[in-house]
């Protein structure tokens, strides 16, 4: 096995265990958790079968297989880069509607008599004990 072979082996096994735990960790959809499988995989099988590999890629008219591991590298990254643009427009217009609910939701609480410096001012239990243990540490000096 030739160098090239290894090395797309290696980093075949490398996506595959990054993949799986990230997954199992909860870090990915499905979606991208299946899309990096399928990576590791043929990553992995373009490794161990790099001499047939080598020979297809020659009847294709590629000159040596580091030319054509550096086009797929350009396509996937091409293919990466336009499923984060569709996941950050998706999570820009998520967060531009939950944006607009609070200003309705100011608005409307506004509307009844609601005003921020009071409900700032009314002291929750937890702020009530910080006070009093603030006010135990001042006497302390």
Same mark, same amino acid.
């Given at each position: 096995?030739?160098?090239?072979?290894?090395?797309?082996?290696l980093?075949?096994?490398?996506?595959?265990?990054?993949s799986?735990?990230?997954?199992?960790?909860?870090?990915?959809?499905?979606?991208?958790? #299946?899309?990096?499988f399928l990576l *590791?995989?043929? %990553? +992995?099988?373009?490794? !161990?079968? &790099?001499?047939s590999?080598?020979?297809?890629?020659?009847?294709?008219?590629?000159?040596?297989p580091e030319? #054509?591991?550096?086009?797929?590298? *350009?396509?996937l %990254? +091409?293919?990466?880069? !336009?499923? &984060?643009a569709?996941?950050?427009a998706?999570?820009?217009?998520r967060?531009?509607l939950?944006?607009?609910?609070?200003a309705?939701?100011?608005h409307?609480?506004?509307?009844v008599?609601?005003?921020?410096?009071k409900?700032?001012?009314?002291?929750?239990?937890?702020?009530a004990?910080?006070?009093?243990?603030?006010e135990?540490h001042?006497?302390?000096?």
């Amino acid at each position: 096995m030739e160098a090239v072979g290894i090395v797309l082996a290696l980093a075949g096994v490398f996506v595959l265990l990054a993949s799986w735990f990230t997954a199992r960790a909860g870090a990915l959809t499905l979606g991208q958790g #299946a899309a990096w499988f399928l990576l *590791g995989l043929a %990553l +992995l099988l373009l490794g !161990l079968m &790099q001499g047939s590999l080598t020979s297809w890629l020659r009847s294709m008219g590629v000159g040596s297989p580091e030319v #054509a591991v550096l086009g797929l590298g *350009g396509i996937l %990254l +091409l293919a990466v880069l !336009l499923q &984060q643009a569709s996941i950050l427009a998706h999570t820009t217009a998520r967060v531009r509607l939950l944006a607009q609910e609070v200003a309705l939701l100011r608005h409307m609480l506004e509307e009844v008599g609601w005003d921020r410096g009071k409900a700032r001012s009314h002291a929750g239990p937890s702020d009530a004990r910080e006070a009093k243990g603030a006010e135990s540490h001042q006497g302390d000096r």
